[in-house]
């Protein structure tokens, strides 16, 4: 099964610049990721039109990996969930994780592995430094 991760943020730049990372760093040809920061002017903020565009533009059977930074990309993430199709709604994941370092461990997880439980949570743990 594929994998898509699903990049929010309120800046484009950023989505952009951590699915460039994640493409240098994983070949899978299991897991796409979409860039999904900012508006649709490309102006800051976050759009669940974008999202939901994004899940109908995938591969019918993809899982999706939903990853946000703050505030209204969390809640466009929840409000996007809403507006799809059931069936797409059972393959939708709100991940609570790290936006860099979860989406970083998923993809990388999701190469190896279709088993989004796993992914979920290596992504979750991801952001542990363990830095005392």
């Known amino acids: 099964m594929k994998t898509s991760l699903l990049l929010l943020s309120h800046s484009k730049e950023i989505t952009d610049g951590i699915k ?6 994983q070949t ?3 897991v796409s990721i979409y ?3 900012g508006t649709v002017d490309n102006e800051i903020g976050s759009d669940p039109i974008k999202i939901v565009d994004a899940v109908n533009e995938a591969d019918e059977e993809d899982q999706f990996l939903v990853f946000a930074d703050i505030g209204s990309a969390i809640m466009n993430a929840e409000m996007a969930q809403d507006m799809l199709e ?3 709604q059972k393959r939708y ?3 609570d994780a790290p936006l ?3 989406a970083f461990a998923a993809a990388i997880t999701a190469s ?5 439980q796993q992914m979920i949570s290596e992504a ?3 952001g542990k430094k363990d830095w005392s």
């Open 112 to 116: 190896t592995t279709s088993d989004v």
């Open 93 to 95: 994941y709100l991940v």
């Open 100 to 102: 860099v370092e979860g």
């Open 28 to 30: 899978s040809n299991d």
């Open 20 to 25: 460039k990372m994640i493409e240098q760093m």
């Open 124 to 126: 979750q743990n991801a």
């Open 86 to 88: 059931e069936e797409q």
């Open 35 to 37: 860039s999904l920061g």
